[in-house]
């Protein structure tokens, strides 16, 4: 298995019937994260859903939107975005 078959993470019922046909076959396509559009060759981790894909960076972006749609950010939401970001303040 190559390393950008090992970025690509399905989710669903069929993940398991994909990942062991990916597994026999040798296939090299890419595949893009459907926000950002970069490839899985760019990006640390890409998790495929039915018809869309997102990559690891534009999730953690929706992660922290959506912690700050409140408009005050907590001590334990800024842990968590700090986690995630791998920074510390």
Do not use: H
Request: aromatic letters at 4%; one cysteine or more.
């Amino acid at each position: 298995m190559s390393d950008s078959e090992k970025k690509v993470v399905s989710i669903g019922s069929k993940a398991k019937k994909n990942a062991e046909k990916k597994e026999n076959e040798v296939q090299r396509e890419l595949e893009y994260c459907s926000f950002c559009g970069r490839p899985n060759t760019m990006v640390p981790k890409l998790v495929k859903g039915p018809g869309v894909n997102i990559c690891s960076e534009c999730t953690l972006i929706a992660v922290q939107y959506l912690i700050l749609q409140d408009g005050a950010l907590s001590a334990e939401a800024q842990r968590i975005i700090d986690m995630l970001w791998g920074t510390k303040r």
